[in-house]
């Protein structure tokens, strides 16, 4: 168990935790905003996926790695638009169209990096590079501190600076107040003169900056190159932290920070003996009782409400 | 309940109607679903050839490679198996309006207990192939119970208590092969056999026709997709899923016990992926494998989307899309095209399909057009119109 301590309690496991965190923090953070805008972006990991994939494409091709992460980014805003078209143009139900968008982008980044590589696995062949890392100049001297934050990813950076952005948005500004009207009452909202589309178009578009962010990390991070399928579900991870975070931005930052602790524990436990898979369902469990035991809180204050999910 | 009174004409005329009206929505349904799949193979020949491939070779080798060789034949057979449970495991919560996410780990708490009885456990002949298979409905059933009675009896997420299900289940399910499940002695990854006895017949083995590992499976498949059609048509239970799907409020208000139906529709969903997963152990691999699905789950939302949810057109969609499958993977050995395109054809049906308002935007649209040169004579063509 001593073991198990020393290794929680070490700088370089906490600077793994912001590491791996990351991803989780910024496509959660895209998950609430589309969430609260009213529709639910299950899309999240078909836009992690895609902006991988096209980051280390185009940085690879271009040679620019910025021009890489804003086409991956870029990428994952336009999914996240055709979505809201999908829902507000032609009725689709959000949660199936966002399962076809994420068949879409797997079976698309897949294709294409076959067609353009020859290449069944991924772009490692590409030289695609990464985004450059920041430390803040004086905090590398500072014991543990200094250990954890110098040398992070500036996406990194941005990931923790997310959670206060869009906390900022949602009570701040007359944006935030508008995509939160709609997505509680969208006739309400209209009825005061909101331009009700066009809040969830920009909430969407946001959605899918915040998860392609997300997922120019994962290809253009820490490793310089696409896998594929490498999200590996981190999308669906993410959006189970949007609603075990409450549907408010520090909720929603707390239970993603749970699940990139725990991943991190799961590797690092790995070394010790204890099975990392069994570890690694740990958060699940967690997020399942967490759950049940709101939702049965909420049933025993009579709001609860039995019913097929709306679509 | 009350006999019904002998039918009189304007009943018979009202029961007339309607069954016209049915037969006219079946045929719309259908005209609608094949224009559907024409739609989504012209967007997959038009990204072949937008990427410099031959998109008619690629076509040619995806739509007639199946049927070339009677061990693709049989290849296509087995993955439709699996795929038609998985499409009818979603189509039944899908018929209670619920979305479930959940056949994955339903699938893979299927095999787990298909696998350790025909591994561990010293049976008879015939209850040695019926055995795993009751052990993978029921595993499968309880997968589905947990998010089910959290949705009915809580009103908790079920996509996302499916999904945190379908997390714990495959990692789980990953350490007992990597683990306590693991061949012991060998050195690649995955169970120890099952018992001959408890292999679901090759069909191969009945029809003497090489159909590589096709299994009796099949058959299995088609008689549950049978009795589910019955179950949701003919029965009470069937009725009370469809009356909660199609307006939860009515249903209440007609005694029905909603948080019943959707558990039921979640139970009963789950055994049909948990005999998906014991199909993959008893009749395919024969033992349990690392990643024994693929993303084979999620493409069982598509089959029971494009099926719309009615269980004996979720046979025809799974053949159909399991074909699309076979065939995509000759067109990769016989062209330069990826088997992926057929994920994004996939994929677009699935747009396809949601896109509820489509055809009336189409409808609409072509209204619009004819209207339109009346409109631009305005006067003249209301004179005619009063005229007229």
């Known amino acids: 168990m001593s073991s198990v301590l020393d290794v929680v309690l070490s700088s370089a496991f906490l600077a793994a935790v912001l590491r791996v965190a990351t991803p989780y923090l910024l496509a959660a953070m895209g998950g609430l905003v589309a969430e609260r805008a009213g529709i639910s972006n299950i899309a999240l990991e078909g836009q992690m996926l895609s902006a991988a994939c096209t980051g280390a494409l185009v940085a690879g091709y271009s040679g620019s790695v910025a021009a890489g992460a804003f ?30 968008l994420n068949l879409l982008a797997s079976g698309g980044t897949a294709y294409a990096v076959f067609t353009l590589l020859d290449d069944k696995g991924g772009t490692s062949g590409l030289n695609s590079g990464t985004l450059p890392t920041i430390t803040l100049p004086g905090i590398e001297h500072i014991p543990v ?41 969208p006739d309400a909202a209209s009825s005061v003169g909101i331009a009700v589309r066009r809040v969830q178009y920009a909430g969407l578009a946001l959605s899918g900056a915040l998860a392609g962010l997300a997922g120019v990390f994962l290809s253009m991070g820490y490793v310089s190159f696409f896998v594929r399928d490498m999200t590996a579900g981190r999308g669906f991870i993410a959006l189970a932290a949007v609603f075990l975070g409450g549907l408010r ?18 590797v690092q436990l790995g070394t010790l003996d204890v099975p990392p898979q069994l570890v690694s369902t740990i958060p699940y469990a967690m997020t399942l009782v967490a759950l049940a035991l709101y939702a049965w809180r909420r049933k025993r204050r009579g709001m609860g409400e039995v019913a097929p999910t709306s679509v | ?47 072949m050839l937008a990427t410099g491939k031959d998109p008619i070779a690629a076509y040619e080798a995806l ?21 038609t449970l998985l499409g009818l495991s979603v189509a039944i919560p899908f018929r209670a309006r619920q979305i479930s996410l959940g056949a994955e780990s339903q699938l893979y708490a299927g095999a787990l207990a298909a696998a350790t009885v025909a591994i561990f456990l010293p049976l008879p002949p015939v209850a040695a192939v019926i055995v795993p298979l009751v052990a993978a409905a029921a595993a499968g059933a309880g997968m589905g119970f947990v998010p089910g009675s959290m949705k009915a009896r809580l009103g908790a997420n079920e996509i996302v208590a499916t999904l945190m299900l379908n997390a714990i289940v495959v990692r789980v399910y990953d350490y007992l092969v990597n683990g306590p499940l693991k061949e012991p002695g060998s050195s690649a990854v995955h169970s120890e056999r099952i018992q001959p006895d408890s ?31 019955l179950l949701i048509t003919r029965t009470p239970l069937g009725y009370r899923i469809r009356m909660t799907g199609s307006n939860v409020h009515f249903a209440e208000y007609g005694g029905i016990r909603v948080p019943r139906a959707i558990e039921w529709s979640f ?60 065939g995509g993977d000759i067109m990769e050995q016989q062209t330069d095209v990826g088997t992926e395109i057929v994920v994004v054809i996939q994929a677009v049906i699935v747009l396809l399909v949601t896109a509820q308002a489509l055809p009336d935007l189409l409808k609409r649209r072509l209204a619009r057009r004819q209207a339109d040169p009346s409109r631009k004579q305005s006067g003249a063509a209301h004179g005619e119109a009063g005229a007229r």
Request: charge should be neutral; charged fraction near 15%; hydrophobic fraction near 60%.
């Open chain 1, 71 to 100: 086409a991956g980014v870029a990428v994952a805003v336009l999914l996240g638009l055709l979505l809201a078209a999908l829902r507000l143009e032609l009725g689709a139900d959000a949660i199936i169209a966002g399962i076809g």
């Open chain 1, 145 to 185: 501190v200094g250990e954890v934050l110098s040398g992070q990813n500036m996406v990194t950076w941005l990931a923790f600076l997310a959670a206060p952005f869009v906390a900022w948005l949602f009570y701040r500004t007359r944006f935030g107040f508008h995509l939160r009207a709609v997505g509680e009452m």
């Open chain 1, 249 to 266: 931005p520090w909720g929603v930052f707390l239970a993603a920070l749970g699940f990139g602790a725990a991943e991190a524990l799961a």
């Open chain 2, 1 to 47: 309940m009350t006999t019904s009174p002998p039918a009189t004409l304007i009943e018979s005329e009202d029961r007339r109607e309607y069954k016209a009206t049915r037969r006219r929505g079946l045929a719309v349904d259908l005209s609608m679903t094949l224009a559907t799949i024409l739609a989504a193979l012209a967007i997959g020949f038009l990204v």
């Open chain 2, 63 to 83: 739509l007639t490679g199946p049927l070339e060789r009677s061990f693709r034949v049989g290849r296509w057979l087995e993955d439709a198996t699996t795929l």
């Open chain 2, 199 to 229: 292999a679901l017949t090759p069909l191969t083995e009945w029809l003497g026709i090489p159909f590589g590992r096709a299994n009796v499976g099949f058959l299995l498949m088609l008689l549950t997709a049978v009795a589910l059609w």
């Open chain 2, 267 to 326: 139970v009963i969903g789950g055994a049909v992926a948990g005999l998906a997963g014991a199909h993959l152990v008893q009749g395919v691999y024969g033992r349990l494998e690392p990643g024994l699905a693929g993303s084979l789950a999620f493409e069982g939302i598509v089959v029971a989307l494009l099926a719309r949810n009615n269980p004996l057109v979720v046979v025809v969609a799974g053949l159909f899309y399991s074909y699309l499958r076979a």
